[in-house]
Nanobody
Framework: QVQLVESGGGLVQTGGSLRLSCAAS????????MGWYRQAPGKQRELVAI???????RYADSVKDRFTISRDNDKNTVDLQMNSLKPEDTAVYYC????????????????WGQGTLVTVSS
């Protein structure tokens, strides 16, 4: 079983910055895509940013030029640097890992962290 542990959430004022980190651990696995999603109160979970093993990146339009995702493939970690935060960025942020698991890497992996709350005050 693969576990994702997130850290770095908190309260920040508008225009401030936060850095989220996520580390994957557990039994045999291979991660293809790591990323961050968020869910604001009363809204559906949405993609924030994802990054592939090869470094291809996709951002939500709402966070482009403000957020930066990075990844360490050897350590199975992914970070999200969030700058110029806005009140509408307030949400629970979830780390996600997508890939393969099992001793033969023949089972799909779709793991989620427990979530970390980011609150941006106006």
């Amino acid at each position: 079983q693969v576990q994702l542990v997130e850290s770095g959430g908190g309260l920040v004022q508008t225009g401030g910055s936060l850095r989220l980190s996520c580390a994957a651990s557990g039994s045999i696995f291979s991660i293809d895509i790591m990323g961050w999603y968020r869910q604001a109160p009363g809204k559906q979970r949405e993609l924030v940013a994802i990054i592939t093993t090869g470094g291809r990146i996709r951002y939500a339009d709402s966070v482009k030029d403000r957020f930066t995702i990075s990844r360490d493939n050897d350590k199975n970690t992914v970070d999200l640097q969030m700058n110029s935060l806005k009140p509408e960025d307030t949400a629970v942020y979830y780390c996600n890992a997508d890939g393969k698991t099992g001793w033969a890497l023949d089972k799909p992996l779709d793991a989620w962290g427990q979530g970390t709350l980011v609150t941006v005050s106006s």
